[in-house]
């Protein structure tokens, strides 16, 4: 089982990895669903810890449909993502009418090569979500896709969530949005979900104004190693 963390500093990130996290998605703007963080910022984290840095390109919160010009700038971005040392990169586009964008994913995959892919939760906001992954499945280049399975809340859609699981050939489908220690071994009952993603579920007060808990991280690997014993 693959536990992700979300972070937005140096601090968070030795102690999300120290706790256990497995990997980490390095954004800045948590209260605007994750924005690009400064390359000081993605340089110090990768050079702190030793687990993977997979960063967000999402230069604006407004939507998840950019321009020519936007898309130039996330390559740009992604390009020196991975110069920096990043391990991948997290994104995802989809069109005015809500279909995955194919133009967008085309030329930010191009810039990605070499990069782990994570496809975000744009994937949420898709009109049809079992045609979306049908697409995405097709991109080897892309590895995951996080989603809440359409919903506010992860645990409000487990059935989509296992849905999607049944459905993906290839690409692996990860679970997030408002998981916690208290919620995530329904979640594992309810969904063969090899990766989990967590962000305020692991802070303090459940919240992104507090930092990282690593005992609530600590909470999570104990739930992941009974119900994997269960099985």
Wanted: charged share 25%.
């Amino acid at each position: 089982m693959i536990i992700e963390v979300i972070t937005d500093s140096k601090q968070d990130s030795i102690i999300a990895e120290q706790a256990g996290a497995n990997r980490i998605e390095l954004i800045t703007g948590v209260l605007e669903g994750g924005l690009t963080p400064s390359y000081g910022l993605i340089e110090s984290v990768c050079q702190s810890v030793t687990i993977p840095v997979n960063v967000m390109i999402r230069p604006h919160s407004r939507s998840f449909c950019y321009t020519e010009d936007e898309l130039k700038m996330m390559a740009q971005d992604i390009r020196i993502c991975k110069e920096l040392g990043a391990a991948g990169v997290v994104f995802g586009a989809i069109t005015e009418d809500k279909h995955v964008d194919e133009y967008a994913l085309n030329y930010l995959i191009t810039a990605s090569k070499g990069l782990d892919i994570t496809f975000h939760r744009a994937f949420d906001e898709v009109h049809d979500q079992f045609e979306a992954l049908n697409m995405i499945d097709q991109y080897k280049e892309i590895s995951r896709i996080l989603t809440s399975g359409g919903k506010a809340k992860a645990i409000e859609a487990t059935n989509q969530l296992q849905q999607l699981i049944e459905k993906s050939n290839r690409v692996e489908i990860l679970a997030g949005s408002g998981l916690k220690p208290s919620n995530i071994s329904q979640l594992l009952d309810e969904v063969h979900v090899s990766e989990i993603h967590f962000g305020t579920g692991v802070r303090f007060q459940d919240s992104f104004y507090q930092g990282i808990d690593s005992e609530k991280i600590h909470d999570i690997i104990k739930i992941v190693k009974t119900h994997s014993k269960r099985k």
